[in-house]
């Protein structure tokens, strides 16, 4: 098979990292790679926030445990958010698997494609980090809670500018344990010839 098949297709989400640091020209590649993804209209419009430093990862975190605790919910509410605020009641909670390195990708709230754009780059730099033996796990709880006040003030300390919403984050980390085999895949491709 190919390399690039071969990566598409054993790429995994890890959720368990070792704590030493990933090498800075490893994260270099994979933040290019973000970069290099097609973009409506080639507009770029996102920025990747790289966090590698313990206490603004810590912070991040913090962040996160607060706006889950104090964001309102009703009958409607997810399910899935009504299991996150539970885990932010409690103290030790950790929403990002104690990755040494969490990167914010934040796009145009104004631009349509913002979402798709940030998604084609979020894979490019799963399949990059992939590829140098990188675990990476696309994690979804900022992106909810991008206008919640306390996201706004994390985003701002972060020089993520005004005009931007968090659209995917990714943890990144030496993987601690060996890769979990694929799911099965749904029966979905229709080729008509
Ligand atoms: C849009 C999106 C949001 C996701 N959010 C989360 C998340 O918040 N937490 C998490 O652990 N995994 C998250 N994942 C990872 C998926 O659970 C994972 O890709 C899926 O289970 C398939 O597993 P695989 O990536 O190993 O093939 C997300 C993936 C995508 C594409």
């Avoid at 690039?4 to 933040?31: C, H």
């Avoid at 006040?149 to 500018?161: C, Q, T």
Wanted: hydrophobic share 40%.
């Amino acid at each position: 098979m190919n390399p690039v098949m071969e990566n598409i297709l054993t790429r995994r989400s890890i959720r368990s990292y070792e704590e030493r640091q990933i090498p800075a020209e490893s994260l270099d590649q994979i933040l290019l790679a973000g970069t290099y993804a097609p973009s409506g209209r080639s507009l770029q419009t996102w920025k990747f926030t790289a966090v590698q430093n313990p206490q603004v990862l810590a912070r991040i975190n913090a962040a996160l445990r607060e706006a889950l605790r104090t964001v309102a919910a009703g009958p409607g509410t997810h399910p899935y958010v009504v299991r996150l605020k539970a885990k932010a009641e409690r103290e030790d909670s950790e929403f990002l698997f104690h990755a040494p390195t969490y990167v914010i990708v934040s796009n145009d709230r104004e631009n349509v494609n913002a979402l798709a754009d940030s998604a084609v780059a979020m894979e490019n730099m799963m399949l990059a980090a992939h590829s140098l033996g990188i675990g990476s796990c696309w994690l979804n709880h900022l992106p909810g809670l991008t206008r919640h006040p306390v996201i706004r003030g994390l985003m701002a300390e972060l020089d993520i500018p005004d005009h931007h919403d968090i659209f995917a984050t990714l943890a990144l980390g030496w993987p601690k344990n060996s890769s979990p085999a694929a799911g099965p895949r749904k029966d979905v491709i229709h080729i008509i010839r």
